[in-house]
């Protein structure tokens, strides 16, 4: 772990109800900052404060300017600005903010190693012990789902862990730098625990269709990425086999790099047919457009006359 990540853990003693921790988060243009740009205090830690809820806020990002974030501060008369040597710490009545002017690296992101991650790790089952909650966003343009869903399949607290960690506000939709702010918050299950289907499994995702139209949106916005990338990477599979290469994308799939090609197409109808389901559940695949997925599912030879990269683009444009 990086001996920064480490001080900092030394010092954090009792975190907040909540734990947020913001990636990329610098500030560029403070006359121009508002609500749907501060990601120091965005507008849905802002509200959570003013429920009474106490915050520990920690961002990383090489940007961080001490001239701006004084600045930034100074609209908060009662902040109380300590320099730790590895970060700068600002207290306020109900928070606490850490800004430590460095890269946060994910693993496997420009071949870093697991430090940061390991931080993370440790960061979480602390909160998770004390009872918090912990929101993670990245403003980089890094998809962090990976990083977490492996945090989450290694932690000793997986129930609380998907309760109440929280890896994108925007739950996928929007992990850039200008994330609006105003749009995406956490959104709460009726016992009041994150709503994080992303950690979900299949069954699990499908029983909440229909719990309101965002998460509905949100949902099938997920499942469209994951079936274009089911097509996609069987079919390459499947067009690779009928040249005799070998396949392109094994690991997760049920046959091996020569499988014969019909065994390839047989499964991807499956897990096809198998997203079509949710889409339909979901009100997104019409009667028509399922008619014309029938005729594709019928007629998919390069022998039979079919050019097999038009087949590629219907299917994934079904919905």
Known sequence: ????????LENLGNVGDLTY????????????????????????????????TRVTAIHFDPMFRIDVMKEYF??????????????????????EVYILPYAFEHKGQYQADEADVDFLDALIHRVLLSRGSFIFQQY??????????????SSRLRSEFKDRVLFDVSYGADTGC????????????PHGGFMNFLLYDMDEMTSIIGYN????????????????????DNHVNYRRRCKEDSCLFTVGMP???MADPEVIMRHLKTEIYRYVEIFKRLGMLSPEKEVELAGLMLRYKAADGVNVYDWYSAVTKIV
């Open 213 to 232: 139209k965002q998460t509905d949106k949100l949902i099938f916005d997920y499942f469209k990425k994951e079936f274009v990338k089911t097509v996609n």
């Open 255 to 257: 046959y091996g790099e």
């Open 178 to 189: 200008c994330t609006d702010l105003t749009r995406w918050r956490p959104i709460y299950t």
């Open 21 to 52: 921790v913001g990636v990329g988060s610098a500030i560029h243009n403070l006359p121009g900052l508002d609500n749907k740009t501060d990601q120091i205090l965005p507008l849905f830690v802002r509200e959570m404060l003013s429920s009474g």
């Open 74 to 95: 100074n609209r908060y008369p009662d902040a109380d600005l300590r320099h730790l040597g590895f970060a700068w710490h600002w207290r306020l009545k109900d928070v």
């Open 140 to 153: 980089t343009g890094y998809d962090p789902v990976d990083t977490f869903r492996a945090l989450y399949a």
């Open 1 to 8: 772990m990086k001996p920064e990540m480490r001080s900092l």
